[in-house]
DNA sequence: CTTAAAACTTGGAGGCATTGCAAAGTTTCA
DNA sequence: TGAAACTTTGCAATGCCTCCAAGTTTTAAG
């Protein structure tokens, strides 16, 4: 049964407020446009804005979400033989290497991380997005090397950490409108650096056997 | 020169707005309390409460502040022959073993704690808090150890995490309503192995030279 | 094809945080 | 004592967000 067409509209509605919203904020700034903006833009009442998206900041950051289960599904998919960290610390340096937009290097990113950084109702849902990415990493932890004692959140900790240090690193740098290839290029020595900062402990946590 | 009436009255003043916000939000929690009720209880208008705190957020967590200078007065202090983390972690095990109110470990901190937990808004704050924390340590560790390369920043990284990790599983216990002398036992433990995923590069950094 | 139920949209009213402004009221200091 | 400096206050306004009741549209059953 093809999808109703009641669900295509919403997603198509959905998508178009979010567009119509981030290119006004991208233009004048966050605080400087309102949601009766955003709705007059979209041409839709403001209710129906809140109807799709709990809170303003949900209307740039709708897209980051899949940024919350990055971390879980590369401890999922990790190979045989490698460790949570492993998996993570590779997959990064592959979309690092790659200049991959997902990693925020792309010349656009300046200007999506500016409208972030002069909001601070942006920048803490940012926080909030890496907390929850955080406690479901953790999950998966607990489920991939067993719930005991406190090893699965302290290690989830170590990676969330890691992970959001490069981003935020890659971040300021994109904002001085660096070239993105050259950020990459750092990016990866960073990302050395702070391997060698793991303990083996860290290192060697929830290693896939050998299938 | 005896400090002028204008700057004691202020004090207190600011003081008693916030003593008594505190306890209205302890006890109906922080979204049912309004900024109005709070100046009427206070007895001073809407503005002047605004006068004295940026925003409501502030009335709650105006004492956490002097948590913001913590890490960096750690190290600061550290003593011949300890690195920043030596430093990070003795004061903080002293804390802990003396059953500290300072970390968290007295009977109230769980309706502190509940307050916090219940309002979106209040965690961001803290994690702003968090965040100053971690800038100012950073600082502190590029004058202490010199500003080369990422490592004070990814140093400083790895103490405000253990610190906010301890704290935030503290608080966790806590709003259990747990024995804080029970509480206190276990953190230590917890200290314990965070150390032990600490590399020796993060504990040996910025040692202070016998003098 | 008709029709009732379910789901979506909308307008309107209102609560609350926060800001700006100008009119008092108070404290300081010459 | 009187002007300067600083505080407090009332008032008005903006903007986020919620609730509610009245339409509209889509679905699915008959």
């Known amino acids: 049964m093809a999808e109703g067409l009641r669900e295509r509209k919403k997603r198509q509605t959905r998508q178009r407020i979010s567009d119509i919203a981030t290119g006004l904020f991208l233009e004048r700034g966050f605080a400087a446009v309102t949601v009766a903006d955003v709705a007059e833009a979209a041409d839709v009442s403001v209710n129906t804005v809140y109807n799709y998206f709990p809170a ?4 740039f ?3 980051g979400e899949d940024m919350v289960d990055r971390l879980s599904r ?3 998919g990790r190979r045989a033989g490698e460790s949570a960290a492993d998996a993570v610390l590779r ?3 592959v979309l690092v290497e790659g200049v991959s ?6 010349a656009g990113y300046a200007d999506f991380m500016r409208v972030i950084a002069d909001s601070p109702a942006l920048r803490s849902r940012l926080w909030a997005l890496q907390q929850e990415s955080l406690r479901g990493l953790a999950a998966t932890l ?5 719930p005991e004692g406190h090893l699965p959140d302290l290690v989830a900790g170590q990676l969330a950490w890691l992970h959001a240090t490069v981003m935020g690193w890659i971040g300021a740098e994109m904002i001085e409108r660096r070239d993105p290839a050259e950020v990459s290029r750092e990016a990866l020595v960073l990302i050395d650096e702070t391997e060698e900062l793991l303990s ?3 290192l060697n946590y929830a290693v896939r056997e050998p299938s």
């Open 56 to 59: 303003k900041e949900d209307l």
């Open 61 to 63: 950051l709708d897209r």
């Open 74 to 76: 590369w401890v999922r």
């Open 91 to 93: 997959e990064l340096r």
């Open 101 to 106: 937009p997902t990693v925020g290097l792309f």
């Open 142 to 146: 607990r489920e991939e090397a067993g």
């Open 200 to 202: 083996e402990r860290v």
